[in-house]
T-cell receptor, first 117, second 116 residues
Framework: AQTVTQSQPEMSVQEAETVTLSCTYD???????LFWYKQPPSRQMILVIR??????QNATENRFSVNFQKAAKSFSLKISDSQLGDAAMYFC??????????????FGQGTILTVHP | GAVVSQHPSWVICKSGTSVKIECRSL??????MFWYRQFPKQSLMLMAT?????????EQGVEKDKFLINHASLTLSTLTVTSAHPEDSSFYIC????????????FGPGTRLLVL
């Protein structure tokens, strides 16, 4: 079974600064997907960024980028130029690329991000 | 983009009653939907996988007689909490994978259940 670990229960950052959220995972599979989801106070889950394991290039989405280290099974999220609206709980998630567990997500424990003005 | 809705958004019920939560995919068909449970400031815990036209698959430790799941059509899955007790109070979220959207998954807005 796959596991996802987020070792930072809480993080804080000043507005306009950069912050990195950590995530490690454990799997014996070679093909999978990794995600970062954001859950603001409304509790609506929002996809932030996605990484396919077979791609070596790190994914980027505007101010959000990841550092994907497949051998180390590490998948960190960097938020640049942090904004007040970035304040939320962030979840790292793993998904197998196929098989009987298709579509099933395994989530990390979450990291609460506070942005200070 | 793909949208998933849930109804109701919040519900209060008395202990011993049953509560039904609906999850709908609004602009796409979902042969599979997932139901999660989330406690405050904690992660999402997968409860079960809802499959259209067949029985749901429950995660270990989830009581299938307690949490009844019916995938009535390609756009609707329901979760019924039977004989609810205060410990069933939680935030319930459904999601559906979207094939055409590069294998991403869309989440409903969640349902807050309070059992008195």
């Amino acid at each position: 079974a796959q596991t996802v670990t987020q070792s930072q229960p809480e993080m804080s950052v000043q507005e306009a600064e950069t912050v990195t959220l950590s995530c490690t995972y454990d799997t014996s599979e070679s093909d999978y997907y990794l995600f970062w989801y954001k859950q603001p106070p409304s509790r609506q889950m929002i996809l932030v960024i996605r990484q396919e394991a077979y791609k070596q290039q790190n994914a980027t989405e505007n101010r959000f980028s990841v550092n994907f280290q497949k051998a180390a099974k590490s998948f960190s999220l960097k938020i640049s130029d942090s904004q007040l609206g970035d304040a939320a709980m962030y979840f790292c998630a793993y998904r197998s690329a196929g098989g009987t567990s298709y579509g099933k997500l395994t989530f990390g424990q979450g990291t609460i991000l506070t942005v200070h003005p | 983009g793909a949208v998933v809705s849930q109804h109701p958004s919040w519900v209060i019920c008395k202990s011993g009653t049953s509560v039904k939560i609906e999850c709908r995919s609004l602009d796409f068909q979902a042969t599979t939907m997932f139901w999660y449970r989330q406690f405050p400031k904690q992660s999402l815990m997968l409860m079960a996988t809802s499959n259209e036209g067949s029985k749901a698959t429950y995660e270990q430790g989830v009581e299938k007689d307690k949490f009844l799941i019916n995938h009535a059509s390609l756009t609707l899955s329901t979760l019924t909490v039977t004989s609810a007790h205060p410990e069933d109070s939680s935030f319930y979220i459904c999601s559906a994978p979207v094939q055409r959207a590069a294998k991403t998954q869309y989440f409903g807005p969640g349902t807050r259940l309070l059992v008195l």
